[in-house]
């Protein structure tokens, strides 16, 4: 199957269901989840710490299988009530998509999808009360803080921003620029901005954290960018390059990132997701700033890095630079979105690419449904949890990156697609705040 006809089915799938489903985290916001991880129980740090003993992570490797299954995750949620929902960072990477879409093949279909998601995500933003543009996630987040339902995070917030700013470029309709630029305010005003040194600065990821988290400062860096690029506002360039600073300043000297940085003792490991998230917000930077780019050897360092370290010969992603498994949609997805980004870049990501997603259709997708499954584990066992959020909104964003790209440098001849909102299924409720469906 070539991509066009895979973008459409997916796509169709997403409208079908009108973008909604679970995603993998948000029975953590069930009463049960938070009053244990409130009280710190020791069965549940078990699993999920994100620092784990020797003692955790055999315990782990027993419980795993079992509280990882989708049959139990489908059971929990029924008898939580934990419903299918509209998830925002669904919504945003929609918009991108379509977005893409439409550049590359000047569809209104796509246009109108755009619209609608933009459309959905202005209605449902700042359910807090922030006063700017921001997005959280629709359950509460027990941490080491707890965030609260709707508390806006830095890279959701992103992810959108960068989708509405999209379509402005594509409408010329201020109001998506302005959207985009209190996006930015939120940042700026709302978020906690530790000052580490003079010259590196360091966004938390919500306003209630004081973490310090690499891809944090890429993506705020990346909208700030953008817009600047637009309104030239001195004070978001001194920011940008801040809080790149910071960032830079984390990578190992062989190009790898941890997840966060020294100062918070280098939680999680040097894994696929993150990696490529810093390298595709990088190129996002490197394009905005142009000549004002100063990071272009740190950026190589790290492209060879990811591209030397991440997907088998086969074009399996794995999971971190020393574990292959699980194989994830998430990881995935990103990967064949950051590859399609460096692909203009380095001459190593665009046959990357294909030779993943050719492992994609066939080992991580329901072809029947077109659907992703969520992972595939070691032992062959394949979690067939269906997650828009976690998967199948980033395999369209890239598939659409990757058209784009076809029409930009090959030329390639795409047939319009029968839209799932031509076939009368309605678009998203942007009129309900965190609808749901049953």
Same mark, same amino acid.
């Given at each position: 199957m070539d991509k066009f006809a895979l973008v459409n089915n997916v796509i169709n799938e997403i409208e079908r269901v009108k973008y909604h489903s679970h995603d993998p985290y948000d029975i953590l916001g069930s009463r049960p989840i938070v009053f244990l991880r409130q009280r710190r129980s020791g069965a549940l740090n078990a699993i999920t710490s994100k620092t784990p003993s020797r003692k955790q992570q055999i315990a782990r490797k027993f419980i795993a299988p079992v509280y990882q299954s989708s049959t139990f995750m489908s059971l929990y949620r029924a008898l939580l009530g934990i419903r299918p929902a509209q998830h925002p960072k669904t919504m945003g990477l929609m918009l991108q998509a379509y977005g893409a879409l439409h550049r590359a093949l000047g569809l209104r279909q796509y246009l109108d999808g755009a619209r609608l998601c933009a459309e959905w995500l202005i209605t449902n933003a700042d359910q807090l009360g922030f006063g700017h543009y921001c997005w959280g996630l629709q359950w509460e987040w027990p941490s080491d803080v707890t965030i609260p339902r709707h508390g806006p995070q830095a890279t959701l917030s992103t992810v959108n921003g960068l989708g509405l700013l999209d379509l402005y470029e594509i409408t010329g309709d201020e109001k998506y620029f302005d959207v985009a630029r209190s996006v930015c305010e939120f940042f700026l005003k709302d978020l906690y901005l530790d000052r580490v040194r003079s010259?590196?600065?360091?966004?938390?990821?919500?306003?209630?954290?004081?973490?310090?988290? !690499?891809? !944090?400062?890429?993506?705020?860096?990346?909208?700030?960018?953008?817009?600047?690029?637009?309104?030239?506002?001195?004070?978001?360039?001194?920011?940008?390059? %801040? !809080? /790149?600073?910071?960032?830079?300043?984390?990578?190992?000297?062989?190009?790898?990132?941890?997840?966060?940085?020294?100062?918070?003792?280098?939680? %999680?490991?040097?894994? %696929?997701?993150?990696?490529?998230? %810093?390298?595709?917000?990088?190129?996002?930077?490197?394009?905005?700033?142009?000549?004002?780019? &100063?990071?272009?050897?740190?950026?190589?360092?790290?492209?060879?890095?990811?591209?030397?370290?991440?997907?088998?010969?086969?074009? +399996? &992603?794995?999971?971190?630079?020393?574990?292959?498994?699980?194989?994830?949609?998430?990881?995935? /997805?990103? +990967?064949?979105?950051?590859?399609?980004?460096?692909?203009?870049?380095?001459?190593?990501?665009?046959? +990357?690419?294909?030779?993943?997603?050719?492992?994609?259709?066939?080992?991580? +997708?329901?072809?029947?449904?077109n659907r992703m499954y969520y992972r595939l584990y070691e032992t062959g066992r394949t979690d067939t949890s269906y997650s828009i959020s976690w998967g199948d909104a980033w395999l369209a964003k890239g598939l659409a990156m990757l058209i784009e790209l076809d029409k930009k440098y090959e030329h390639s001849d795409y047939q319009p697609r029968i839209s799932t909102l031509e076939r009368g299924l309605h678009a998203p409720d942007g009129a309900q705040r965190g609808s749901t469906v049953e």
């Open positions: 010259d590196a600065w360091a966004f938390s990821y919500t306003p209630y954290d004081r973490t310090h988290i !690499v891809n !944090v400062n890429f993506h705020c860096a990346a909208l700030l960018a953008r817009v600047w690029k637009i309104c030239r506002d001195e004070d978001y360039l001194a920011t940008i390059r %801040n !809080v /790149c600073n910071f960032s830079i300043a984390e990578q190992r000297p062989d190009g790898a990132w941890h997840y966060s940085a020294r100062m918070d003792g280098f939680v %999680n490991a040097v894994d %696929n997701t993150h990696t490529g998230d %810093n390298l595709e917000y990088l190129a996002i930077i490197r394009e905005a700033l142009a000549t004002d780019f &100063p990071y272009e050897t740190e950026f190589r360092k790290g492209i060879d890095y990811y591209l030397t370290h991440f997907l088998s010969p086969e074009g +399996m &992603p794995y999971y971190t630079d020393t574990e292959a498994y699980p194989a994830e949609s998430h990881s995935a /997805c990103q +990967m064949l979105i950051t590859l399609a980004a460096l692909a203009h870049i380095d001459n190593r990501a665009r046959p +990357m690419a294909d030779r993943l997603l050719s492992w994609i259709t066939r080992y991580l +997708m329901n072809r029947q449904q």
